[in-house]
């Protein structure tokens, strides 16, 4: 099983400042199989990044995905009050298919 | 704007079998590139992979739970399923339904709302 391990746990931070989070795989992972989400309580995991740095639509440029092998890092600048969330990689590849990190809570400080 | 809707109990008994429709609108369920997936996440927990189906009868599932779980699709009502049998306490979890884009990688783009099922006599 390839386990994604997010880092840190939670992260303070105050608006305006940059959010830098980790997503750790224990395998290499192709760059097209990376993905990050947010979540907000109560809501569904929305699509922030896919293969490793593309945004999807309407997220912007603020958020910018990169990284390759095992290591893969989020980067969300300039952090505004919405930004604060819980934000999560994926990978697609080895079994199980898809897996999920644990996880990176976005505090304001 | 595709857009997806979980629907069934919010309560099952242990032992029995969780049933979940997910309609899907705006887009058809047949169309190639996407393939239609359930995702589950227990109270305050992260995100757990159930499986996906694609090809209307191509289905992949989590290991953890395969023996378990059957998911399959109703093309004329743009509709996919999930049935998890044996349910304990374990699988009180809110479950979302989601559309996995599969020519550009493999992520969920698209979300149902998620409905909570909780497992409890």
């Known amino acids: 099983e390839n386990v994604l391990t997010q880092s840190p746990g939670t992260l303070s931070l105050s608006p305006g400042e940059t959010a830098t989070l980790s997503c750790r795989a224990s395998?290499?992972?192709?760059?097209?199989?990376i993905a990050w989400y947010q979540q907000k309580p109560g809501q569904a995991p929305r699509l922030l990044i896919y293969?490793?740095?593309n945004r999807a639509t309407g997220i912007p440029d603020r958020f910018r995905g990169s990284g390759s092998g095992t290591d893969f890092t989020l980067t969300i600048s300039r952090l505004k009050p919405e930004d604060f969330a819980v934000y999560y990689c994926?990978?697609?590849?080895?079994?199980?298919?898809?897996?999920f990190g644990g996880g990176t809570k976005v505090e304001i400080k | 704007q595709v857009q997806l809707q979980e629907s069934g109990p919010g309560l099952v008994k242990p032992s029995q079998t969780l049933s979940l429709t997910c309609t899907v609108s705006?887009?058809?369920?047949?169309?190639?590139?996407?393939?239609w997936s359930w995702i589950r996440q227990h109270p305050g927990k992260g995100l757990e992979w159930i499986g996906y189906?694609?090809?209307?009868?191509?289905?992949y599932y989590n290991p953890s739970l395969k023996s378990r779980i059957t998911i399959s699709v109703d093309t004329s009502k743009n509709q996919f399923s999930l049935n998890l049998s044996s349910v304990t306490a374990a699988d009180t979890a809110v479950y979302y339904c989601?559309?996995?884009?599969?020519?550009?990688?493999?992520?969920?783009?698209?979300w149902g709302q998620g409905t909570l099922v909780t497992v409890s006599s």
């Open positions: 994926q990978q697609y590849g080895s079994t199980p298919l898809l897996t």
């Open positions: 989601a559309r996995v884009e599969s020519m550009a990688g493999r992520h969920f783009d698209y």
């Open positions: 189906i694609y090809n209307s009868e191509s289905t």
């Open positions: 395998q290499s992972v192709s760059s097209s199989y």
């Open positions: 293969a490793a740095f």
């Open positions: 705006g887009g058809s369920i047949s169309s190639g590139g996407y393939y």
